[in-house]
């Protein structure tokens, strides 16, 4: 099945869940015939925009639900045969130097690498990703010249497009991450999944029946 309808990812590196919910989207594409479009957006800004915060912030104090949260990331990590994620020490960590390097490798066409790079040492080998050293250093160890990305992120196209698009994702209705768009429908969070999937298929095979 070829699916025509526009699907998006709206990912920020900082948001563990994110990181999960990507995981499972290759299986959803070769499902469905869709690819996803890959969105960076700060979260920082989204948060600031909506007046949200993240969970480890809105949770702290409250009995029984993160305990909860935890019991369904580890059901999550168990259907979708998680092995490499832990969580980040660090946590949380500032991300524009990650996210405006996302864009600035989007630019440059190294996107790939670089965002399975990035996702590595979040969440797989976790470091501080916001000290400059750290960053620099964990890249290199990858085989990416991130020296030239983190010029490429100083320039204002860039800049401007993650401004951009992470103000766009609120005008959207977006309050988080991640956060996905199949046409004009909005889904939050890593269970979203297989509603977002539904959703394919079923506008997909509207747009078959109609081409028929």
């Excluded at 070769?30 to 690819?35: D, E, F």
């Excluded at 951009?164 to 909005?186: C, I, L, Q, Y």
């Amino acid at each position: 099945m070829t699916a025509a309808v526009k699907v998006e990812f709206h990912f920020d590196f900082g948001s563990p869940n994110a990181y999960l919910a990507e995981i499972a989207l290759p299986g959803i594409e070769k499902r469905t015939g869709a690819t996803f479009e890959y969105i960076p957006v700060l979260l920082g800004g989204i948060y600031k925009a909506t007046g949200n915060m993240s969970p480890a912030e809105s949770l702290r104090g409250i009995k029984n639900k993160p305990e909860y949260q935890r019991l369904e990331t580890e059901r999550f990590l168990r259907k979708h045969g998680v092995t490499k994620f832990n969580y980040n020490p660090f946590f949380p960590v500032n991300t524009l130097m990650l996210m405006r390097g996302a864009v600035a490798a989007q630019f440059e066409g190294v996107f790939e690498p670089y965002f399975r790079a990035a996702y590595h040492h979040m969440w797989e080998e976790p470091k501080k990703m916001d000290d400059l050293e750290v960053f620099r250093a964990a890249f290199q160890a990858s085989g990416i010249n991130i020296d030239r990305l983190i010029v490429r992120a100083q320039r204002d196209d860039v800049k401007q497009k993650l401004i951009k698009d992470t103000n766009a994702a609120v005008e959207r209705g977006s309050f988080g991450s991640p956060t996905f768009f199949v046409g004009d429908e909005m889904f939050f969070g890593k269970d979203s999944l297989r509603d977002v999937e539904e959703l394919i298929v079923d506008l997909s095979s509207v747009r078959q029946a109609k081409r028929v």
